[in-house]
């Protein structure tokens, strides 16, 4: 469903997904390693939603908002990593949400100046499949904050920024290091930056 009201003040948009996903891909064990193939069955099923409202000239507010049931529908199989029917398929978040909001204002000539910044939220996820004998890794939930200043006219633009001005240390990735031990990849830190961009 998309739709606006109010004169296109106000954006609006739906969706539901169910997806059945058969020969998914996992990670096999043997004595000397392990490698990628296919496997048993899972379903993906949740739904997004979205909106922005433009309350006055130059100003937006903006959102979206899903959420995520993924999970094994048949265990895997022997001789591979560990995982039973019901199990979430990994790095899935049941919950993440972003929100934000921008704001311009006509400086001189064909200049404008803008602010804005952006929330977003991942959930709480499962790691990937432990190999027999490990326990699975658990990624705790994080949120991080931008924000952005700058000017611009119809080519150029100017912009400084901070990304994850909370310096958040939110883990993106797992990957099972085998004796108890898993490798962690972290969200960038905090970042200040500057961008200038020309349109040609």
């Known amino acids: 469903f998309k739709g606006d009201l109010f004169n296109r003040r106000l954006s ?20 000397l390693g392990s490698y990628v193939a296919n496997g048993p069955s899972a379903v993906s099923r949740g739904f997004e939603a979205s909106g922005s409202w ?34 979430r398929l990994a790095l899935t978040p049941r919950w993440a949400a972003a929100a934000g909001a921008s704001y311009t204002v006509p400086l001189f000539g064909d200049w404008n100046g803008n602010l804005g910044f952006d929330w977003r939220y991942v ?46 240390r939110g883990l993106s990735t797992d990957v099972n290091l085998g004796v108890g031990l898993t490798s962690v990849s972290v969200i960038q830190p905090r970042t200040f930056g500057v961008s200038a961009a020309a349109k040609f």
């Not at 993924?70 to 265990?75: E, I, K, S, V, Y």
Request: without cysteine; aromatic residues 12%; proline residues 6%.
């Open 123 to 168: 959930g709480r996820r499962a790691g990937a499949f432990p190999n027999p004998g490990q326990v699975r890794f658990r990624l705790p939930s994080y949120d991080t904050v931008d924000l952005r200043a700058g000017i611009s006219d119809d080519r150029w633009s100017f912009t400084v920024y901070v990304k994850n001005i909370g310096d958040a």
């Open 54 to 87: 433009r309350p006055a000239r130059g100003v937006e507010v903006y959102g979206n908002v899903a959420y995520t049931d993924a999970h094994l529908t048949q265990d895997l199989p022997a001789g591979s990593a560990l995982g039973q029917s019901g199990d």
């Open 12 to 31: 609006l948009e739906l969706s539901g997904f169910w997806i059945d996903w058969r020969n998914i891909q996992i990670q096999r064990v043997v004595p």
